[in-house]
């Protein structure tokens, strides 16, 4: 029966790891990336986007502040179902799954900054 070199398999080991951590990392900055653009896109009229500033709309939440008021994976249905207010000033819209998962990996990047 063969030997394993007991350091290769470690070292080949350790770097299969980092490599699958920084793989998965790239992919979350981009779903953020794409969450971030899909709110500057639709949102930021009203909200303020960023980690700081005023939403232009008041009575707008920041979405930085929106961790606070809902779990934000409780916002999943919500976006999924047509976002629906009682106030005329936010528009109706709906959106696809990974336009979904994307804004609330935003909204997470956004509460992991505060």
Do not use: W
């Not at 899909?38 to 960023?50: K, L």
């Not at 934000?72 to 936010?90: K, Q, S, Y």
């Amino acid at each position: 029966m063969p030997r394993i070199n007991a350091a290769y398999f470690h070292s080949t080991a350790a770097g299969g790891v980092a490599f699958l951590v920084t793989a998965a990392l790239q992919a979350q900055k981009a779903s953020d990336e794409r969450g971030r653009v899909f709110a500057e896109t639709n949102c930021a009229r009203c909200h303020a986007i960023g980690t700081t500033g005023d939403s232009p709309l008041a009575k707008a939440p920041p979405f930085r502040t929106l961790h606070k008021r809902y779990p934000v994976e409780n916002l999943e249905e919500a976006f999924a179902e047509g976002i629906r207010t009682a106030h005329p000033e936010m528009p109706q819209f709906e959106m696809d799954p990974d336009q979904i998962n994307d804004l609330l990996a935003y909204l997470k990047f956004l509460e992991r900054t505060d």
